[in-house]
């Protein structure tokens, strides 16, 4: 279904006596990680700054890139880790993980992080009571790409993904790298040839397989699970999921090995087909202690296209084998994987069938635990970040006005919302409600507008009757 070319930026919805209030940091494209107040009011910005994601530290701190890959030779590479200060100082970078020499360009060490990383003492990269990311010391787990050659996998070139662990000096404490363990995941035969003939190539950008796709990863923390016994959940665990595969597990850091799973098959076992299919999903994290929900699983589970396996009508090859157009956010237990909470178009009321892609972002995307119950989504393709209460109603909705170069996409990879207190360079910001706007009533400036006593001049956007017809003037050609 189509959707309106022509519709507002910036905060369009904000409940002060409903949401948990504070700063939202994204990046806006192509200009730089952006911090706006409940009201949508940019209040600073790192323009030269890339985030991949930028994450907001205690103290007005950010982190984020300062370089990215060519992209011919690499791909989603970013060149460097860095943290800066509200002045954009920087004050502490890593990019020592591979050195890289491109054909025609200058040999450099590269961090090659994407999608994701994480500063000790924040599990997952966001607020939560009692458990504050580290901003003058502390180890970073930092998700980042190797190339490899695995013939059990593919005989082409692979993108790896490589979780690896370095200090505040910099130095490689720990590594993991995905492929290693490409034998403890249950794929199917069909699956197994449909990747080996077509491993997610990125053509264009280095011809490389990108074969699981990872755009998440963050240790469990301490959680009800490992408190009553479960190895499986120990708190330096490390959980992570693959976008191409449909794939969340979590890795014991101990030993390296998975030992916790959902997907590829989501119908290998009633509680799986209960589970329902996860397609692409994006940012699978166990919600932190002190936060409602804490060591539920939360995650945007975009629909979209993935996976591998048996061809279809949608995938001849089997290649992007899975397909729903639609998306939800969903929380669930992971030990009976029973869905605790979600969000989806039928949660947001919309019709089935008929309404599916009003919650629909088949890339990228992102959902936070606030502190009051509330979840914070990035619906990423369309650049919208929303705040929902337990209950579905939204409280907070803000559109990027940001577009970048081509004018076309003003997509958010994720966004996260920070107590006013990590702020301390700005004064506590005073707080306007922003009721919803009455669609049947708003209207755009410069038209006339004709009822049935005859066509009136108007100037404002609201105070029209549903039964209002908007006249535009016509030249003498009538164009």
Not at 252 to 277: E, F, I, M, N, T
Request: hydrophobic share 35%; aromatic share 12%; glycine share 10%.
């Amino acid at each position: 279904m189509g959707f309106p070319t022509i519709y507002p930026t910036g905060a369009t919805i904000f409940n002060p006596a409903k949401t948990w209030s504070g700063y939202t940091l994204f990046m806006a494209r192509e200009t730089g990680p952006t911090l706006v107040n409940m009201n949508g009011e940019v209040v600073h910005m790192w323009r030269d700054l890339q985030g991949f994601p930028a994450k907001l530290l205690p103290g007005g701190y950010v982190m984020g890139s300062l370089g990215i890959r060519e992209p011919k030779f690499g791909y989603m590479d970013q060149t460097d880790l860095v943290q800066v200060d509200w002045a954009g100082n920087v004050v502490w970078k890593f990019d020592q993980y591979e050195f890289i020499e491109d054909p025609g360009e200058e040999g450099q060490w590269m961090a090659r992080q994407h999608h994701d990383y994480q500063r000790e003492g924040s599990p997952v990269g966001y607020y939560a009571p009692e458990l504050e990311p580290c901003t003058d010391q502390g180890n970073t787990l930092i998700l980042g790409h190797k190339n490899v050659t695995v013939p059990a996998i593919s005989d082409k070139v692979l993108v790896d993904d490589v979780i690896y662990e370095v200090n505040w000096e910099g130095e490689l404490v720990w590594e993991w790298v995905c492929s290693e363990h490409f034998h403890e995941i249950n794929f199917s035969e069909n699956a197994r040839n449909t990747m080996a003939r077509n491993p997610n190539l990125v053509v264009g950008r280095g011809e490389v397989g990108d074969w699981m796709h990872m755009n998440s990863m963050s240790a469990l923390g301490p959680n009800r699970w490992y408190d009553a016994g479960d190895e499986r959940f120990h708190p330096d665990n490390i959980i992570w999921d693959g976008r191409q595969t449909n794939i969340m597990a979590i890795i014991d850091k101990a030993s390296g090995k998975l030992v916790w799973q959902v997907g590829p098959d989501y119908d290998s076992s009633p509680a799986l087909r209960k589970l329902g299919w996860i397609i692409g999903q994006h940012h699978a994290h166990m919600i932190p202690r002190g936060l409602p929900g804490e060591g539920n699983i939360l995650v945007f589970d975009n629909g979209g296209f993935a996976g591998y396996g048996i061809s279809n009508p949608g995938a001849p090859t089997g290649h992007n084998n899975a397909l729903r157009d639609y998306s939800r956010v969903i929380e669930f237990d992971p030990v009976t994987l029973d869905v605790v909470w979600q969000y989806s178009y039928v949660e947001a009321g919309f019709l089935p069938k008929m309404n599916n892609a009003h919650f629909y972002s088949p890339l990228i995307s992102a959902a936070q635990r606030l502190a009051n119950g509330n979840t914070l989504i990035t619906e990423g393709s369309s650049g919208r970040i929303f705040e929902v209460t337990p209950g579905h109603e939204i409280v907070w909705e803000f559109v990027s006005p940001y577009y970048g170069r081509d004018g076309i996409c003003n997509y958010v990879y994720r966004a996260y919302r920070v107590p006013y207190d990590w702020v301390p360079q700005l004064e506590q910001p005073r707080e306007t409600a922003i009721p919803p706007v009455d669609r049947s009533r708003f209207r755009v400036p410069g038209c006339q507008w004709q009822e049935e006593q005859g066509v009136v001049a108007v100037a404002g956007t609201t105070g029209f009757k549903a039964s209002q017809v908007c006249v535009v003037d016509m030249d003498e050609e009538g164009a």
